[in-house]
Nanobody, 125 residues
Framework: QVQLVESGGGLVQAGDSLRLSCAAS????????MGWFRQAPGEEREFVAA???????YYDDSVKGRFTISRDNAKNTVSLQMNSLKPEDTADYFC???????????????????WGQGTQVTVAA
């Protein structure tokens, strides 16, 4: 079992930056592909970014160039640096861990075995 706890959300203005962190416990994240998803009220949960065990990263087009995902296996954490935030980035952000994810599914919730409770990000215009 992996427990994931997100932190770092808050209320910011458009153009500001936030850094989300995901602290894992129970097992080392070294064996997992890690992802960030977000869900706005009334919307489906959507992919934001992922980082594989190899370190390869993937981003949704809507955040490419603005968000950066990183992992620190020694600290058992995953981070999401979010720059140039827009009101449409407003959502609850979730960290997730996948023990076995094929590349074609890594941008979907399907392969992720463990999820955090989420942290709220609100971007005011």
């Amino acid at each position: 079992q992996v427990q994931l706890v997100e932190s770092g959300g808050g209320l910011v203005q458009a153009g500001d930056s936030l850094r989300l962190s995901c602290a894992a416990s129970g097992r080392t994240i070294r064996s997992y592909d890690m992802g960030w998803f977000r869900q706005a009220p009334g919307e489906e949960r959507e992919f934001v970014a992922a980082i594989r065990r190899s370190g390869h990263t993937y981003y949704d087009d809507s955040v490419k160039g603005r968000f950066t995902i990183s992992r620190d296996n020694a600290k058992n954490t995953v981070s999401l640096q979010m720059n140039s935030l827009k009101p449409e980035d407003t959502a609850d952000y979730f960290c997730a861990a996948a023990s076995r994810a094929i590349l074609s599914t890594i941008t979907t919730p399907m392969p992720y075995d463990y999820w955090g409770q989420g942290t709220q990000v609100t971007v005011a215009a």
